[in-house]
């Protein structure tokens, strides 16, 4: 599967971004996805994902202001994330695991650790 992300910019601190993985060569309703966070000097994060059976995870720091869905017509991953702040900033990528998670370790760990499809990933800028 090709995963390609868009919907990043620069949004001032309060506002509100959608981010979304557009899918292609499979259906995303076979995988667990999730988005993930890169700022420069450190490691990449988990911030929401989503199972098979579409049950949503998320980072301490997302919950209550983001949401994480698909978009099954779209074939798509979707954050929406509101009341944006200064330290929501990075590179936004989503990812796909063709396993089925096993509830032996955090969701958005796993789901870094065995990764089968990145994308390249979209800038987010708050300010």
């Known amino acids: 599967v090709q995963l390609v992300e868009s919907g990043g910019g620069s949004v001032q601190a309060g506002g509100s971004l959608r981010l979304s993985c557009a899918a292609s060569?499979?259906?995303?309703?076979?995988?667990?996805m999730g988005w993930f966070r890169q700022i420069p000097d450190r490691e990449r994060e988990g911030v929401a994902g989503?199972?098979?059976?579409?049950?949503?995870s998320y980072a301490d720091s997302a919950k209550d202001r983001f949401t994480v869905s698909r978009d099954m017509s779209k074939n798509s991953l979707d954050l929406q994330m509101d009341s944006l702040k200064p330290e929501d900033a990075g590179v936004y990528y989503c990812?796909?695991?063709?396993?089925?998670?096993?509830?032996?370790?955090?969701?958005?760990?796993?789901?870094?650790?065995?990764?089968?499809?990145w994308g390249q990933g979209t800038q987010v800028t708050v300010s």
């Open positions: 990812a796909a695991v063709t396993s089925r998670w096993t509830a032996t370790r955090d969701f958005l760990t796993w789901l870094q650790e065995m990764a089968d499809y």
């Open positions: 989503i199972e098979s059976d579409g049950s949503t």
């Open positions: 060569g499979d259906t995303i309703g076979r995988y667990c």
